[in-house]
């Protein structure tokens, strides 16, 4: 006998769906099945833990876009991801039976993480968090005391000296190889990029034409094509890099790496025939 198939009421589908992550994503919780899943969290239920998470990105969102009015050099998308790993872990932490709610108690752990993100977005390196902390006493004592004297820094931040030689170059800003530079009355001049790249000019003059052209002939066509171009021999026009990678079809900076690994090579294989 056939049983007739159960049929499933509103009740039962938002039972089911509560705290499921993957239903109605965006939903705000009731405070009892934030509570709820709090417990189930905190006891070390990792689909709970995803749940507030998921149900909560509204909210994470708002912060990130309050952070970014101070911050307006950050990208949102890379925000909104440091911001999901505090959220991440005020989920891991929340403990409902103290009587607060999960955004309040979440709001203090996404700060931390975005917080963390912009110090060091700056950095060459990302650097672990015990640095980071000490980089932000290092640098609130290098404005206190305009020195960069590791005595003297030390001394204002509580760090030892040592650390203090670690950090100091951690304290400098980056500059990007497409940075033009200025000439001493304000115009704009070569990328840092094409200026470093022309101090391996020399390196042509180091070898006579006879030598390079055999050089040359052990590269690959393409690389030595951009470097012939780059600095005009052998009957090629000298080109800038940014009219070699538009002949190429890639970017100036793959075209400056082209050229210095093709010079690092030229330079090896020079050495080996010496």
């Known amino acids: ?27 705000l919780l009731t405070p009892d099945q934030e509570a709820e899943l709090g417990k189930r969290s905190l006891a070390g239920d990792t689909g709970a833990r995803n749940a507030l998470v998921v149900h909560n990105q509204r909210y994470l969102k708002t ?17 909104v991801s440091e911001g999901n790993l505090g959220l991440i872990r005020a989920a891991e932490k929340f403990d409902p039976s103290r009587g607060t709610r999960f955004i309040t108690y979440a709001r203090y752990w996404i700060l931390q993480a975005l917080g963390r993100f912009s110090e060091q977005s700056g950095l060459p390196v990302r650097i672990p968090e015990h640095r980071a902390d000490e980089l932000k006493r290092l640098r609130a004592a290098m ?31 980056t500059l990007s190889l497409d940075t033009p530079a200025r000439t001493p009355s304000g115009d704009e001049g070569d990328t840092l990029g094409e200026i470093l790249c022309s101090q391996e000019a020399d390196f042509i003059g180091d070898l006579c034409r006879e030598e390079l052209k055999q050089l040359l002939r052990k590269l690959p066509e393409r690389n030595r094509e951009i470097l012939m171009h780059r600095y005009g021999v052998f009957g090629r026009e ?33 050495r080996q025939t010496a």
């Open 63 to 79: 912060v990130v876009s309050e952070f970014m009015l101070a911050h307006p050099s950050l990208e949102f998308d890379e925000l």
């Open 238 to 270: 000298q080109l800038t890099l940014q009219k070699i990678a538009e002949k190429y079809g890639i970017t100036r900076e793959r075209a400056r790496q082209i050229e210095t690994r093709t010079i690092d090579i030229c330079r090896c294989l020079g």
């Open 1 to 27: 006998m056939n049983r007739p198939k159960k049929r499933h009421t509103t009740t039962d589908r938002t039972r089911e769906n509560r705290l499921n992550p993957s239903c109605c994503a965006q939903d």
């Open 143 to 173: 404005q206190e005391t305009l020195s960069s004297d590791p005595a003297v820094l030390s001394g204002a931040s509580g760090l030892d000296e040592d650390t203090v030689r670690l950090l100091i170059p951690y304290t400098m800003g």
